[in-house]
């Protein structure tokens, strides 16, 4: 098994900025890809980020491209998300991911989520 226990979420204004944090326990981790999910209220959960094992390889949804940054320490087991120029529409509850593949794929991990609230 893996935990997986997020911080960094709370309340900011618009065009403000956040950092997430993401640190994983448990099982042995090597080789796993790692990355940022979000869920607005009434819509499905939507992948926001991703970043391969090595740090090699990231990928981002089209909405937060030049906005959000993924990085990753892998000797804490740690995942961030630097989030800039907040959009009240980036509202969500956040959940930290692992895939055990290499590249993130389909998660077989799940945080419980941090709430990040963007206000106009």
């Known amino acids: 098994q893996v935990q997986l226990v997020e911080s960094g979420g709370g309340l900011v204004q618009a065009g403000g900025s956040l950092r997430l944090s993401c640190a994983a326990s448990?099982?042995?981790?090597?080789?796993?890809?790692m990355g940022w999910f979000r869920q607005a209220p009434g819509k499905e959960r939507e992948f926001v980020a991703g970043?391969?094992?090595?740090?090699?390889?990231?990928s981002y949804a089209d909405s937060v491209k030049g906005r959000f940054t993924i990085s990753r320490h892998n000797a804490k087991n740690t995942v961030y998300l630097q989030m800039n120029s907040l959009k009240p529409e980036d509202t969500a509850t956040y959940y930290c991911a692992v895939d055990l593949r290499p590249t993130m794929t389909s998660p077989d991990y799940w945080g419980q989520g941090t709430q990040v609230t963007v206000s106009s």
């Open positions: 970043i391969s094992w090595l740090g090699s390889s990231s």
């Open positions: 448990g099982r042995t981790l090597s080789g796993y890809a």
